[in-house]
């Protein structure tokens, strides 16, 4: 079994450039949406507690098979630790075989602005220039990276409730050429802007955009609500908005639209990137894409990590699957030297 760590995903990123990932990695999980109906799909498997989330995420195409294990923990950072932490695991379905431990709290900043930004290039207005991001944390750079990547955005208003966040953003971001402007408020960083990304941490229903604060034509890319209990939109503005989901089964319990009745309209996103919808139809449209984070975005990052890391070298082969020679002989393998 192949070992991707830390290390070797930051030699990779090194390597490839992270708008250059984000990028290419956007093409694996468009290609892996377009055959959708070829997928096992179900919601992921999620053990809530007082503070936060556990969660299992598994899906397969028939060939490969994956599952990423993720927690969403907002009050962690307080204790100096991550809201979010990830792993994952690519398998053979032919053998069972696991072929692939990988890390992937990086990975899942990667997938999240790929799938944000791929979406917003079928959603927002063609002749967008600004977004706005209110939440700067761990998530909040590879957002402004992807949108650059795939929609050139070089403009952002920026806003967190911490201001340490507003400087550790900056910090990383202004010697990377984007104009920056650190507003006040929330109200103040969506003033006049084409999109609006949130991606905040927080267990509670808040309403980071409502209403009153979007004006026409804008697209929304909500990030952080993901949990049941755990929103960023007024419902008032979804109801007046069109939203585009990843799988709706999963949404309706996680996303924005746990707050409106079952029945509420959404497209899928492979509707979309299949040309079986239309994303924008008018200009005016204000469109949300009401990202919970799914499977498939984890197994299409999987395999582009498996592709790239081939070519560059960066394996390192793990001694975690028992090998019995005589492969009915497993007790004979506890009695032989070898490990
Ligand atoms: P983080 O804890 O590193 O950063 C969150 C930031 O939000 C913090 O800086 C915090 O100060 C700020 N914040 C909290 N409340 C705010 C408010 N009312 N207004 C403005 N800022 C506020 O978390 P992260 O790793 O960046 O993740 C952000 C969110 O995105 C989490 O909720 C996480 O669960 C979610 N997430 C979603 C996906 C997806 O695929 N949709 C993937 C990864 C993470």
Same mark, same amino acid.
């Given at each position: 079994m192949q070992l991707l760590d830390v290390s070797a995903t930051r030699r990779l990123l090194n390597a490839v450039g992270i708008e250059q990932a984000i990028s290419e990695l956007a093409g694996y999980i468009e290609g892996d949406f377009q055959r959708w109906s070829e997928f096992e799909k179900c919601p992921r498997v999620a053990s809530h507690s007082r503070v936060g989330v556990i969660e299992l995420m598994p899906t397969s195409d028939g060939v490969e098979y994956c599952f990423k294990y993720v927690n969403g923990h907002p009050q962690n950072v307080a204790i100096g630790l991550q809201t979010v932490t990830a792993f994952g695991v690519l398998a053979s379905v032919a053998t069972g075989y696991p072929e692939l431990l990988a890390e992937m709290t990086i990975v899942t900043a990667l997938r999240t602005a790929a799938t944000s930004a791929l979406a917003a290039r079928y959603l927002a207005r063609p002749d967008s220039q600004t977004m706005a991001i209110i939440g700067l944390g761990a998530q909040s750079e590879f957002q402004a990276l992807g949108f650059r990547a $795939? $929609?050139? =955005?070089r403009r952002l208003r920026v806003f967190d409730v911490d201001k340490d966040a507003t400087r550790k953003f900056i910090r990383n971001m202004q010697s990377q050429g984007f104009e920056i402007v650190a507003a006040e408020t929330a109200e103040d960083a969506v003033r006049g802007v084409d999109i609006v990304t949130t991606v905040t941490a927080d267990k509670a229903r808040n309403h =980071? $955009?409502?209403?009153?604060m979007i004006g026409e034509g804008v697209h929304i890319n909500a990030v952080g609500g993901d949990c049941p209990g755990k929103t960023e939109l007024q419902a008032e503005l979804l109801r007046r908005s069109t939203v585009v989901v990843e799988y709706a089964p999963q949404t309706r319990i996680e996303g924005e639209i746990q707050q409106l009745p079952a029945d509420f309209p959404v497209t899928e996103l492979w509707q979309v990137l299949v040309g079986d919808v239309r994303g924008r139809s008018r200009r005016q449209e204000i469109t949300v894409f009401d990202s919970v984070g799914f499977a498939v975005e984890d197994f299409s990052a999987l395999r582009f990590l498996r592709d790239k890391a081939n070519v560059l070298n960066l394996y390192k082969e793990i001694n975690i699957l028992a090998k019995a020679r005589d492969p009915r002989d497993l007790y004979g393998l506890l009695l032989s030297d070898a490990t």
């Open positions: $795939l $929609l050139g =955005i =980071i $955009l409502s209403d009153n």
